[in-house]
């Protein structure tokens, strides 16, 4: 069975940091591209970054650019998410996801807040 | 900047049908945007229904199906289920890797 859990989620001050972390398991990890979707409380879902398979290829959110990085271990069938320069308005629960075309598998989330 | 749009709220009966849109602010979606959806309840993950405009995903009731209705992308839920009560996502591909989620409809069964 497919399991996405993430953790490294909590309560950080703005201008922090954060590195949330997805643990994968019941499928090849190393053939799946990865991805993380938040969603504000009370607000709908917003694409974040995306991660090919091999790395090779990375993608943003405007929004997140030049703050965030994402990053995958294949040897660990684990994908990261580090946070910097964190604002209020990146808090959210964050969603791993596997898949591409849309055809995602969601994770349960991590709750980041970014609150002083 | 684009936007991508969708319905706040939809009612439908039991057993009754509704057709929910993904649209642009600007210009036409079609198959090239692998229009795709999904549903979420409350507290909840959300759930994967349609993805590249019209396949379902594993273990979707075929109810839900996905199309492109004239200049937007369109999910159809046939002989809705109290259940269906849900919000409804659909996410559009822009090009160079980036995806972009409409605001999402809240589909109230009554």
Redesign the interface.
Known sequence: EVHLVESGGGLVKPGGSLRLSCAASGFSFNYYNMNW?RQAPGK????VS?ISSSSS???Y?DSVRGRFTISRDNAKNSLYLQMNRLRGDDTAVY?CARGD?????????ALVTVSS | QIVVTQEPSFSVSPGGTATLTCGLSSGSVSANF???W?Q?TPGQ????LI??TN?R?SGVPHRFSGSILGNKAALTITGAQADDES?Y?C?L?MG?????????TKVTVL
Request: aromatic share 30%; net charge negative.
């Open positions: 979707v709908g879902l917003e694409w995306s290829y990375i993608y959110a969603y075309n849309g055809d995602y598998y969601w994770g349960q989330g | 692998y229009p795709s999904y979420q993950s959300p759930r994967t993805y590249s396949v995903s919000d996502y996410v591909y160079s890797g980036i995806w972009v989620f409409g605001g999402g």
